[in-house]
C-alpha cells in the first residue's frame, strides 16, 4: 500500500543535541512538507519542498533543516537551535503544491527533549 | 494571507446525537476547504473537501460540510455520532497557488 513512513515514532534528546526525523513516501508525490503540531494549536509549517533538491522555508523553520536529496525522501533535522523543540512532528506529501490537492500524512514523530 | 477559526475547542456529546462543527475562515483571495480527522497519536486523513460545484459536500463515515460563501464558513455535521468518532477534527483552507492554513482543532468528544 502506498502511504508515508516516518520514525522514529517516539524519540528522546538531551539539550544541545540534534536529532533527525525520517520521512519517506512511495506515493510518487512531487511535494513534500513538514508540520509541527503543539497541544490545543493546529498544525505550523516547518519546510516543504516541490521538487528534489529544492525546498522552502515556513512559517516556523528557524532552528530546523532540511534535504530534498531523493523524490520519496524529506529528512528533517531539528537543531540545537531550536528553543522549544518537544513536540509532534507530521510530514505529508502532495501529488504537487496547487491548492486543491489533498494532503497526505505519515503517522508522525513525537521529540521530547530531556 | 488565510486565517481559520474552529469556533469550539472542545465538543462533548453522546452516542447517536447529532453534532457541528463551526468553521470560520477569512482570506482575500479563493481558496478551496478542508476537513481532516486525527485520532491520537496519528496523522490527519482527509474526511472531505470542497473544491468547486454544489456547496453540500459529503465524506467518509457520514460526515458532510456545507459551505457559505456570504458567511465564510465551512461546519462539518453528522446527524448520529459513534463512539469511533471520538477524534481531533481540524478545519484547513488553501489557496490556488499557496499552502494549508489549519485552524486549532476541535476535539469531539462522544460519551456512551
Known amino acids: 500500500d502506498g502511504g508515508i513512513t516516518q520514525s522514529p515514532k517516539y524519540l528522546f534528546r538531551k539539550e544541545g543535541q540534534n536529532v533527525t526525523l525520517s520521512c519517506e513516501q512511495n506515493l510518487n508525490h512531487d511535494a513534500m512538507y513538514w508540520y509541527r503540531q503543539d497541544p490545543g494549536q493546529g498544525l505550523r509549517l516547518i519546510y516543504y519542498s516541490q521538487i528534489v533538491n529544492d525546498f522552502q522555508k515556513g512559517d516556523i523553520a528557524e532552528g530546523y533543516s532540511v534535504s530534498r536529496e531523493k523524490k520519496e525522501s524529506f529528512p528533517l533535522t531539528v537543531t540545537s537551535a531550536q528553543k522549544n523543540p518537544t513536540a509532534f512532528y507530521l510530514c505529508?506529501?502532495?501529488?504537487?503544491?496547487?491548492?486543491?490537492?489533498?494532503?497526505?500524512f505519515g503517522a508522525g514523530s513525537r521529540l521530547t527533549v530531556l | 494571507a488565510q486565517s481559520v477559526t474552529q469556533l469550539d475547542s472542545q465538543v462533548p456529546v453522546f452516542e447517536e446525537a447529532p453534532v457541528e462543527l463551526r468553521c470560520n475562515y477569512s482570506s482575500s483571495v479563493s481558496v478551496y476547504l478542508f476537513w481532516y480527522v486525527q485520532y491520537p497519536n496519528q496523522g490527519l486523513q482527509l474526511l472531505l473537501k470542497?473544491?468547486?460545484?454544489?456547496?453540500l459536500v459529503k465524506g467518509i463515515n457520514g460526515f458532510e460540510a456545507e459551505f457559505n460563501k456570504s458567511q465564510t464558513s465551512f461546519h462539518l455535521r453528522k446527524p448520529s455520532v459513534h463512539i469511533s468518532d471520538t477524534a481531533e477534527y481540524f478545519c484547513?483552507?488553501?489557496?490556488?497557488?499557496?499552502?494549508?492554513?489549519f485552524g486549532d482543532g476541535t476535539t469531539l468528544t462522544v460519551k456512551p
Open positions: 470542497y473544491l468547486s460545484g454544489s456547496t
Open positions: 484547513a483552507v488553501t489557496p490556488n497557488a499557496g499552502k494549508s492554513t
Open positions: 505529508a506529501s502532495s501529488i504537487g503544491l496547487s491548492g486543491a490537492n489533498v494532503l497526505t
